[in-house]
């Protein structure tokens, strides 16, 4: 079954240090991945996906995730936190053999940026 | 820019009503998703639709049913709403086929049921 964890409830970052909120998956095949961000009081938004191809994607914002398949993991960063940063993270996966095209959810994690 | 709108930013209903969650999207998009946000739970998939008229269900759809007659306009519907309905309710959509696959969701409902 697919399943997606993030380890982490919360971290904490000084602004101006670099940051990192981890995920890991299991799923069956190459899997698409997704990392959204969600502000308090609103929707997700969608901050950056791997497909295929370069390891190292790049989003909205600053935000990189790179893709290690030997150890199914996801992990978001960015160099340089700002204390508009701190929000709700989720990564999600989807099978891309999945015909629903449904995302599975981490519980995600809170990022809170210090200033 | 997608834009995914939701009938209502908070709602408050009483046990045993009958609810109705809308959710509009304005880019033709075919597929349609209703989640369920709770804290430590992330997101829970309760029912989508490929299209028109048709309709699956997710991860937990007992309680909720789903109506889907115009391509724009997905309904979640709680037959009788209960305290554990008490939620974060997201709406979603998607482009079809396989080549943009992340979703766009709408600002959310906070349900509230006493």
């Known amino acids: 079954a697919q399943s997606v964890a993030q380890p982490e409830d919360q971290v904490n970052v000084a602004e101006g240090n670099p940051l990192t909120v981890k995920c890991t998956y299991s799923?069956?095949?190459?899997?698409?991945l997704f990392w959204y961000v969600q502000y308090p009081n609103r929707g997700l938004q969608f901050l950056l996906k791997y497909i295929t191809g370069d390891n190292l994607v790049k989003g909205s914002y600053g935000f990189e995730a790179e893709f290690n398949k030997s150890q199914t993991s996801f992990h978001l960063k960015k160099p340089s936190a700002l204390v508009s940063d701190s929000a709700l993270y989720f990564c999600a996966v989807r099978d891309p053999m999945d015909s629903s095209y449904k995302l599975i959810f981490g519980s995600g994690t809170r990022l809170l940026v210090r200033p | 820019d997608v834009k995914v709108t939701q009938s209502s930013r908070y709602l408050v209903k009483r046990t045993g009503e009958k609810v109705f969650l809308e959710c509009v999207q304005d880019m033709d998009h075919e597929n349609m998703f209703w989640y369920r946000q709770d804290p430590g739970l992330g997101l829970r998939l309760i029912y989508f639709?490929?299209?028109?008229?048709?309709?699956e269900k997710g991860d937990i759809p007992e309680g909720y049913s789903v109506s889907r007659e115009k391509k724009e306009r997905f309904s979640l519907i709680l037959e009788s709403a209960s305290t554990n309905q008490t939620s974060m309710y997201l709406c979603?959509?998607?482009?079809?086929?396989?080549?943009?696959?992340?979703?766009?969701f709408g600002p959310g409902t906070r349900l509230t049921v006493t």
């Open positions: 639709s490929y299209d028109v008229k048709m309709k």
């Open positions: 799923v069956s095949g190459n899997p698409y």
């Open positions: 979603a959509s998607r482009y079809p086929g396989q080549g943009l696959p992340e979703q766009y």
